[in-house]
T-cell receptor, first 116, second 116 residues
Framework: DAGITQSPRYKITETGRQVTLMCHQT?????MFWYRQDLGHGLRLIYY???????DKGEVPDGYVVSRSKTENFPLTLESATRSQTSVYFC???????????????FGEGSRLTVL | AQSVAQPEDQVNVAEGNPLTVKCTYS??????LFWYVQYPNRGLQFLLK??????LVKGSYGFEAEFNKSQTSFHLKKPSALVSDSALYFC??????????????FGTGTLLAVQP
């Protein structure tokens, strides 16, 4: 019962290459999020999605692209990777806060990306 | 704008002693407050939340947190620390108002080290 899975868990790439990190959730949560975790910065929101075909920018969206054609999937693409994008990326999902849900996030195990 | 501060990068405590991990927040209106824990090479796990009601909230693994509105704080506590509690702890806040997104704003994290 993985719930939310990320792939790959580890990725090494070179500057300028395109990289896609995958995220899949089995709960049918309406909301999905991508965060990056860096020492001294905690978790910073890159993009989020309220539902299929609805996405919005977070705190640090530059250099990233997302899509959400299906509720369960929320891939994150680095179109031209840079060294500053070396980080650990976390996908998360939650139910909508409408209807009285409190909106706690459920996280994947993370994808560690190194850009050389 | 919402923000969360965790003033201590690291907290050291001896096993069996009480522990406190500090968190202060800034948000307009009433906050939803959360604590998450992250073990090495893992995703974040939900510990507890404050929504409304009693200021003392109990969560997983014997942890509790005290909400103090006048001091805008939500400190995490445990009466007797275990070595296995050693991990990275994140405080997070979200607006409590209808129609809002589910976005959580995270602090920078506090590393808890429990010595045997």
């Amino acid at each position: 019962d993985a719930g939310i899975t990320q792939s790959p868990r580890y990725k090494i790439t070179e500057t300028g290459r395109q990289v896609t990190l995958m995220c899949h959730q089995t709960w049918s949560h309406s909301y999905m999020f991508w965060y990056r975790q860096d020492l001294g910065h905690g978790l910073r929101l890159i993009y989020y999605s309220a539902a299929a075909d609805i996405t919005d920018k977070g705190e640090v969206p530059d250099g990233y692209v997302v899509s959400r054609s299906k509720t369960e999937n929320f891939p994150l693409t680095l179109e031209s990777a840079t060294r500053s994008q070396t980080s650990v990326y976390f996908c998360a999902s939650s139910e909508s806060i409408r209807g009285g849900n409190t909106g706690e996030l459920f996280f994947g195990e993370g994808s560690r990306l190194t850009v050389l | 704008a919402q923000s969360v501060a965790q003033p201590e990068d690291q907290v050291n405590v001896a096993e069996g002693n009480p522990l406190t991990v500090k968190c202060t927040y800034s948000v307009s209106g009433n906050p939803y407050l959360f604590w998450y824990v992250q073990y090495p090479n893992r995703g974040l796990q939900f510990l507890l939340k404050y929504i409304t009601g009693d200021n003392l909230v109990k969560g997983s693994y014997g942890f509790e947190a005290e909400f103090n509105k006048s001091q805008t704080s939500f400190h995490l506590k445990k009466p007797s620390a275990l070595v296995s509690d050693s991990a990275l702890y994140f405080c997070a806040v979200r607006h409590h108002y209808g129609g809002a997104t589910n976005k959580l704003i995270f602090g920078t994290g506090t590393l808890l080290a429990v010595q045997p």
